[in-house]
């Protein structure tokens, strides 16, 4: 499969770079970058040659979550459509998280909404200063759903509750508080912080590494084919609120929702 969303390079070392493609759409999730993504992920699993993966973003942003033009399908999809392509996500996610790799969040920029589920699928990230997170669904109405397994693993229920509703934005340092990422570094000193988490990997055993990965995600949080059964109905159930309707019509006609003061 050729990707045109995302692309995939491997160094001689067995070091992959899984790029979110989209600068000019600020890596927004689009229908055909989940289908990328969830090919990517089979992809890098069944590679041998592959040692690390480091999942980065193209341009100024890391992941801005959402495409709009897949909110527009959404908006007026049937139940069962949204049920799908939440179910999509969900798969793509899934894979993602796991991979029998380590895998590297490089976070160069903002990460919004998907995003944020984007970063708690890597097994560590590495963040810049300056970089804003958030996680903004309930300013539209809607729930974090699909993405609530990964996002509730990563930080824990009483730190993510802290962020989880109330689509506050808060910075790199915070979002290390909240174990959402591991290490803030500048700019300049990005390549070279994720550099030194790659690099004790590579005198690792990948069967080892595999194996321990598998046995942390099997004592980690339940994420069962249930529980992303119950987060799919979940988020179908939310969009067909007065809220959710209202809310997405005031996004895309550029006015508040009537719930703002």
């Known amino acids: 499969m050729s990707f045109e969303t995302i692309a995939i390079t491997t160094d001689d070392r067995g070091v992959a770079t899984l790029l979110l493609n989209r600068a000019d759409k600020h890596n927004s999730l ?10 990517a992920a089979r992809q890098l699993a069944a590679d041998e040659a592959v040692r690390v993966v480091v ?6 942003s890391f992941c801005a979550g959402g ?4 909110m527009r399908e959404q908006f007026t999809a049937t139940r069962e459509t949204r049920m799908a392509e ?12 796991e991979l029998p790799k380590p895998v ?4 160069q920029g903002q990460a919004f909404g998907g995003g944020i589920g984007m970063m708690s ?3 560590t990230v590495v963040a810049v200063e300056g970089a804003k997170f958030g996680l903004t669904e309930v300013r539209l109405g809607l729930i974090p759903a699909t993405i609530s397994p990964y996002v509730l693993a990563r930080m824990g229920e009483g730190k993510a509750r802290r962020v989880f509703m109330s689509a506050r934005i808060f910075g790199a340092h915070e979002a290390r ?12 000193d990005l390549d070279a912080a994720v550099e030194a988490e790659i690099k004790p990997y590579l005198g690792a055993a990948p069967a080892a590494v595999a194996a321990s990965k598998a046995l942390a995600r099997s004592l ?20 067909e609120t007065p809220e959710a309707q209202e809310g997405i019509s005031a996004f895309f006609d550029k006015r508040k929702p009537n719930w703002v003061a």
């Open 30 to 39: 689009s229908a055909q970058m989940i289908d990328e993504l969830a090919e």
């Open 55 to 60: 999942l980065t973003g193209a341009g100024a």
């Open 67 to 70: 495409d709009l033009g897949w």
């Open 86 to 97: 939440a179910r999509k996500l969900a798969m793509m996610l899934k894979a993602l998280n």
């Open 104 to 107: 590297i969040g490089r976070v």
């Open 121 to 123: 699928v890597c097994d």
């Open 177 to 188: 508080d909240l174990d959402l990422v591991a290490k803030v570094v500048p700019a300049e």
């Open 220 to 239: 980690g949080p339940d994420m069962s084919d249930a529980v992303i059964d119950d987060t799919i109905r979940r988020l179908a159930d939310t969009w």
